[in-house]
């Protein structure tokens, strides 16, 4: 008994702390090494947020290059894609056409009665030239975190929190930045939740991610009257984002409210991110 | 000359398992996702490589491809390099207590270590404030142990060109 405790022994410190042929670490100096790096990131000091960001930066431009191939392959899958689909697109297209040139004929009216009633109480009108654009240069979902890298960072004025949209409709919040690249953390991931507001009830609710397609409305009032089809917008609530930014559509399926959203999170190669925030830290 | 040409054809197996590793943490493709099962590539490379040629893949170079993995994904630094160390960890082990490499051998060895593996995740990314999807975890587990064989016979073949 004794013995074979012993073989055991001997095999894991064998396994563990010998470094074998051509090996230059023992593993049990990278583990030590490991539980290091993750304990030094839940520090907040600026020479190693310096360091994180530099070396993020470095390799979000390696990954960037070594994904052309794949890049390339699915390209022209789309492209071959587009190809077999071109006579169904144009149908849509145009029935598309003819929706959007009525309801721009109704927006203009109900813009120019916004701006009045805005005037009505003395609303200052925001302007939307504080959004700064940005292309998407990492995409790879993790599967732990629904998320893709953009290519402006500390060098635009990008801050954490800041949020962040597919043409006008929100798609996720900054969560982390570094110089030249920033990380956008999409409305489906599992450590989401956005403060939404439906219309037209203007039911408040947290809009939480799951790491599916659709986040769901939680928190919201116990006898509430949201419907299939209301709009769900930001709220504004808490000062994280401006309200007023849409989100998507409800869709209520077996006795859950989930919200479809109006941006396909997969085709985004170009966002906007809502510089805001920054502007009322300064 | 045709000497010089099988002495490159080896280097260039010899090194392709650690291209490969930097080329599926840089891609992101570590983890391959249909959507109806997931694949842990990563996990598979490592645990076959440190049984069966660990003098071709190095732990630093592992180490230095769970910190790209995490970069990429944009997990805590430290948490991939952590569970897949672990992975070469218990293959390391593996590899000192087995006489006779077989791939039913390797394949039921690949099941502790993928538990030690995925456990040694979990309590990173939850000491780190991340939400984990058990269910996916568990599935992804489950997909990468199936797919052990496959990913074991095109790695064999690729053992078959080196010199050794």
């Known amino acids: ?282 | 000359m045709a000497n010089t040409l099988k002495q490159i054809q080896y280097k260039f197996f010899d090194i392709l398992p650690l291209i490969f590793l930097f080329f599926i943490a840089l891609s992101g493709n570590s983890i391959i996702d249909t959507g109806i099962f997931s694949v842990n590539i990563h996990y598979i490379l490592i645990y076959f490589f440190v049984l069966r040629r660990p003098e071709n893949l190095g732990y630093g170079y592992i180490f230095l491809s769970g910190i790209i993995s995490d970069v990429v994904f944009g997990l805590p630094l430290g948490v991939s390099a952590l569970s897949l160390l672990m992975v070469a960890a218990v293959a390391a082990y593996v590899r000192v207590v087995t006489v006779r490499i077989t791939l039913v051998n390797d394949w039921i060895s690949f099941i502790p270590t993928l538990l030690f593996a995925n456990f040694i995740y979990f309590i990173s990314l939850y000491f780190s404030n991340f939400s984990v999807d058990y269910v996916y975890l568990f599935k992804n587990a489950i997909f990468t142990f199936a797919f052990y064989p496959i990913l074991w016979g095109m790695f064999s073949l690729i053992m078959n060109f080196t010199k050794s």
């Open chain 1, 1 to 282: 008994m004794d013995t074979s405790r012993e073989d055991v022994g001997i095999a894991i410190r064998s396994a563990f702390l010998k470094r074998g042929t051509q090996q230059r670490f023992s593993l049990f100096v990278l583990v030590i090494l490991s539980i290091l790096f993750i304990f030094l990131e839940t520090i907040d000091s600026k020479p190693l947020n310096l360091l994180r960001s530099f070396v993020k930066d470095v390799v979000y431009r390696s990954a960037v290059v070594v994904s052309i191939p794949f890049e390339g392959i699915s390209n022209f899958a789309g492209f071959f894609d587009e190809h077999i689909n071109l006579h169904s697109n144009y149908k849509q297209l145009i029935e598309e056409n003819k929706k959007l040139q009525d309801s721009l004929l109704e927006e203009s009216f109900l813009q120019l009665e916004n701006s009045q009633l805005r005037k009505l109480i003395d609303e200052q009108v925001k302007s939307s030239s504080n959004l700064v654009s940005a292309r998407v240069i990492i995409d790879k979902q993790s599967p732990y975190l629904n998320s893709f890298v953009i290519n402006i960072g500390n060098n635009k004025n990008i801050k954490n929190g800041m949020s962040v949209l597919d043409g006008k409709n929100f798609i996720g919040r900054i969560v982390d930045v570094n110089y030249f690249s920033s990380r956008v953390l999409l409305v489906t991931d599992l450590n989401s939740k956005i403060p939404a507001i439906s219309n037209p009830k203007g039911i408040h609710a947290i809009l939480s991610g799951h790491g599916t397609k659709e986040p769901t409305l939680d928190y919201l009032p116990k006898n509430h009257s949201i419907e299939d089809g209301d709009l769900i917008f930001t709220s504004g609530r808490e000062g994280i984002f401006s309200p007023g930014i849409p989100i998507g559509k409800v869709k209520i399926f077996e006795d859950k409210i989930k919200v479809k959203l109006f941006s396909d999170l997969t085709q985004i190669t170009f966002v906007n991110v809502n510089l805001s925030k920054a502007e009322k830290e300064e």
